[in-house]
């Protein structure tokens, strides 16, 4: 936290502006189109984590919401 701090502050932005702009880059929703390069579908349309970086309870959770049909993740 400190280094965002300075940074932001090297920038001549406070600590409000860090807060306002860090919460309009987490909040909101993302496309399947977004992060499906992290997944493959096999030719029955399951699909499988590829990206190892990915955290699997949270891949699992996006891969379900994809199979749904979402086109948006919230």
């Keep these: ?8 502050t090297a920038k001549g932005l406070s600590l409000e502006d860090l807060v306002v702009l860090s919460g ?3 909040i ?23 990206d190892a970086s990915l955290d699997g309870n949270y891949a699992n959770e996006l891969m ?3 199979s749904s049909g979402m086109q948006a993740i919230q």
């Excluded at 936290?1 to 932001?8: S, T």
């Design 64 to 66: 379900q919401k994809m």
């Design 24 to 26: 309009a880059h987490t």
């Design 28 to 50: 909101g929703s993302a496309h399947c189109s977004a992060f499906s390069d992290r997944f493959q579908e096999d030719s029955k349309g399951k699909l499988t984590l590829i």
């Design 1 to 8: 936290m400190k280094e965002m701090i300075n940074i932001f």
